[in-house]
């Protein structure tokens, strides 16, 4: 079975501090990709990567920057978390073609 | 523009009830379909794909039109363990772009 393991799935953190969420994925995926989930608003697409190094911006990349050194680790990084970045974030990888993504458990993130 | 729709439901049906979901989408190039499932502050899972004109898995059946750019998901025989966000997505290049969801409760 695919595997993708966020490192956390609660988050406390204070405005300011920079806040980094971590992803591994075990099926050697192209491609990973970082969503926030607010109610009402659906999933929506804050960064995606689809190999090492590379990097895209999604729909609301703002506040937002990512990391791939690795194929199997995609980092999301909060530069300056902010009160409006508390939201539910959701990893998801998926391999080459047109094949289905898997997600982690979420990180639910309250900046305070 | 990328964009998915759903019915914006609720949908509460009774256990054994037949429902439908709708989804449109307005990219014509999206090769490929997928519902997900979405279980109260749970990750979403994968239901069904949906590659060619439809799918039927048991009491699920998805249907794809791709002249109207309209995917369907069927369920039957609903039991309470179906009450969850069903999440309908379409391809938009190398990114999948999701609809906003239709919850959905069965009531005993």
């Known amino acids: 079975d695919v595997k993708v393991t966020q490192s956390s799935r609660y988050l406390v953190k204070r405005t300011g501090e920079k806040v980094f969420l971590e992803c591994v994925q075990d099926m050697d995926h192209e491609n990973m990709f970082w969503y926030r989930q607010d109610p009402g608003l659906g999933l929506r697409l804050i960064y995606f990567?689809?190999?090492?190094?590379?990097?895209e911006k999604g729909d609301i990349p703002e506040g937002y920057s990512v990391s791939r050194e690795k194929k199997e680790r995609f980092s999301l990084i909060l530069e300056s978390a902010s009160t409006n970045q508390t939201s539910m974030y959701l990893c998801a990888s998926r391999g080459g073609g047109l094949f289905e993504a898997f997600f982690g458990q979420g990180t639910r993130l309250t900046v305070v | 523009r990328k964009e998915v729709e759903q019915d914006p439901g609720p949908f509460n049906v009774p256990e054994g009830a037949t429902v439908a979901f709708n989804c449109t989408y307005s990219n014509s190039a999206s090769q490929s379909f997928f519902w997900y499932r979405q279980d109260c502050r749970k990750e979403p899972k994968l239901l069904m794909s949906?590659?060619?004109s439809g799918n039927e898995d048991g009491r699920f059946t998805a249907q794809l039109n791709r002249a109207s750019q309209y995917i369907s998901l069927l369920i039957r025989d609903s039991k309470l363990s179906d009450s969850a966000t069903y999440l309908c997505?379409?391809?938009?290049?190398?990114?999948?772009?999701f609809g906003p969801g239709t919850r959905l409760s069965v009531l005993p």
């Open positions: 990567s689809y190999d090492v190094k590379m990097k």
């Open positions: 997505v379409a391809n938009y290049g190398q990114n999948f772009v």
């Open positions: 949906v590659y060619s």
